[in-house]
């Protein structure tokens, strides 16, 4: 690493890589967030030399660590050092160097769709002509429901009684409802 890159030449990277589509800008926030929150840490000549700070990593990590326990989790922080120490070597492999940074293609991620995740994990139970605990208390035995029972997580379920003869008017009104959200 050059001696003569400062911790001000990391931000300067990441605003070229991200430029250069090397970063997507929520990888980029986040490398900032964490040069921020090292910064605090840093001494004088810690920041004008970029190689004692590499050397000194841990030691940082340890005041960064101390500074900011309480508001923070031990996890968190860790993941503000994993982000510190890509970015020293993002920016010692490609960052004095624009043929280097041009011919870089660093790997991408496909992330699946949470939602779609979660809607093929959830289990759904119904339960044909089951009779609702009020009415049975009422002595209206004869409605008989269809109970939709669905099951999100341990601890979050949504049932649902429906009429067996639910008609499409019906079955539109319940779609709005869910379509416009719970609040």
Do not use: C
């Amino acid at each position: 690493m050059n001696n003569n890159s400062s911790y001000q030449n990391l931000y300067e990277f990441i605003d070229i890589a991200e430029k250069n589509r090397k970063y997507a800008s929520n990888t980029a926030f986040g490398l900032k967030a964490a040069l921020r929150l090292f910064e605090q840490q840093l001494k004088a000549e810690e920041k004008i030399n970029l190689s004692m700070l590499k050397e000194r990593i841990e030691q940082i990590y340890q005041s960064v660590y101390a500074a900011n326990k309480s508001k923070m989790t031990a996890s968190t922080l860790e993941t503000y050092k994993k982000r510190i120490i890509k970015i020293l070597a993002d920016f010692e492999k490609f960052g004095n160097d624009p043929n280097k940074l041009a011919n870089w293609n660093p790997p991408t991620r496909i992330r699946k769709n949470n939602t779609l995740q979660k809607q093929q994990s959830s289990e759904i139970q119904v339960v044909e002509g089951e009779i609702q605990d009020n009415q049975r208390e009422n002595g209206n035995s004869s409605s008989l429901k269809n109970k939709i029972e669905l099951i999100f997580s341990e601890n979050r379920t949504a049932v649902l009684f429906l009429p067996p003869d639910l008609n499409e008017v019906e079955a539109e009104k319940i779609k709005k409802y869910i379509d416009a959200g719970i609040s």
